[in-house]
């Protein structure tokens, strides 16, 4: 992850990076402990079957 990271800002002259993750799960955890913060939820977006839809999690790393 380190590696995506220094690569998406000295190669590619990002600022900041964005991504969504599947509420319930720890991801949230997983990316906090690599400096991510989370910007938002979207509530019932992601449908895993029928009558089963999560929270999509919103996430940004300034880099």
Known sequence: MREFQETARVEMGLERLRLTARAGLGLEDFYRALGWVESGQWPGALRVALG??????LMRLVL
């Open 52 to 57: 089963d839809d999560t929270d999509e999690v």
